[in-house]
């Protein structure tokens, strides 16, 4: 049984047809090509939607990219940030200080006539007028060792203020269902005592 594929090209457009059979179902047809025969405005219509359906694909594929680069950049601009914290929580950390720094309390940075910078407890207002060195910053010492300039303490405040609240609310939730770390190990939860007793048996 012969089969024949029609090509046309319709607008600078390929119109592919589905493949010609003089026996379908192995009748033999008295005229395949009057049974098979498309009229010029259907090849125009099936050129348009081609078109169409190539044009709709590159506009999602254009979509799509500019999402993923929006979100490279994105990221790429929090390495960068991540990148020059990093370097200025390390210069914090190695410029001069008499005293033992706590994590919690706020320090405050300051450069000497001679160029060294050195951090101090004492604030501007503190020092008043007679304060020979130039204030640089004040920065608060965190428990992660990180430092948060004296500007953003109270959002990183919010920040932490919300992701216990979020701690919080999921323990919660799993006490209320039963989850414990005995649930999720698979292990039994007894008393101390029995434990060990039943290691020693």
Request: charged residues 25%.
């Amino acid at each position: 049984m012969a089969l024949t594929q029609e090509t046309n090209k319709v607008n600078d457009v390929t119109v592919q047809l589905v493949e010609r059979s003089g026996a379908p179902g192995g009748v033999q047809l008295v005229n395949s090509h009057n049974a098979h025969k498309s009229s010029p405005v259907d090849l125009v219509n099936l050129a348009q939607q081609i078109q169409k359906g190539n044009e709709f694909i590159r506009a999602n594929a254009i979509n799509k990219l500019t999402v993923i680069a929006d979100q490279i950049k994105y990221l790429q601009d929090q390495a960068r940030k991540v990148l020059e914290e990093s370097h200025r929580d390390g210069m914090l950390h190695h410029v001069a200080c008499n005293i033992v720094k706590k994590p919690g309390h706020v320090y405050y940075l300051y450069k000497k006539p001679t160029g060294q910078d050195f951090l101090s407890i004492i604030s501007p207002e503190e020092w008043g007028p007679t304060c020979s060195n130039d204030f640089i910053g004040a920065f608060r010492l965190e428990h992660d060792q990180s430092w948060t300039p004296i500007e953003n303490v109270e959002k990183r405040d919010m920040e932490i203020q919300l992701m216990e609240k979020i701690i919080g609310t999921h323990r919660d939730l799993s006490k209320q269902a039963g989850i414990t770390f005995s649930t999720l190990t698979g292990t039994s939860e007894g008393k101390p005592d029995e434990k060990l007793a039943l290691s020693q048996s």
